[in-house]
């Protein structure tokens, strides 16, 4: 039997994250799938983003938190009926509130393959120092 440490924040982040993406669905039900992981000096963010390009993506940070905005456009496909429609297009946007102060200023992205990864730096203040024993 394995004991998993509970986190009261890391599960009002994760029913924060369910909230918001009920009303970030937009007319099509388009909402990229996001990872989300932490390292002692960094978040890093990467989410799937098929089809667009980087001038289809538009990432702020503002007050400890990331937003990531985006548009996929509608193929245009000349048919008279669509027997299935899978993937969403339109506009979409995500939020992540970010629990630690972080460095904005070096913040990064990189989009290859459809998939873009966010490093977000914390700040010197924030990442763990160990203090040696006189």
Do not use: N
Request: net charge negative; with cysteine.
């Amino acid at each position: 039997m394995a004991f998993a440490r509970w986190d009261p924040l890391r599960d009002l982040l994760a029913l924060q994250e369910r909230f918001e993406r009920l009303g970030d669905a937009g007319a099509a039900g388009w909402i990229p799938p996001v990872d989300v992981y932490e390292t002692a000096d960094r978040f890093v963010l990467t989410a799937e983003l098929p089809g667009l390009t980087r001038e289809d993506i538009d990432i702020q940070f503002h007050d400890g938190t990331l937003v990531l905005q985006g548009r996929r456009r509608e193929a245009p496909v000349p048919c008279e009926q669509y027997h299935r429609v899978e993937r969403g297009h339109g506009k979409f946007t995500r939020r992540f509130a970010l629990p630690s102060a972080v460095d904005a200023e070096r913040i990064t992205a990189d989009f290859r393959e459809g998939i873009l990864s966010i490093t977000v730096p914390k700040a010197a203040s924030a990442v763990p120092r160990r203090i040696e024993v006189s």
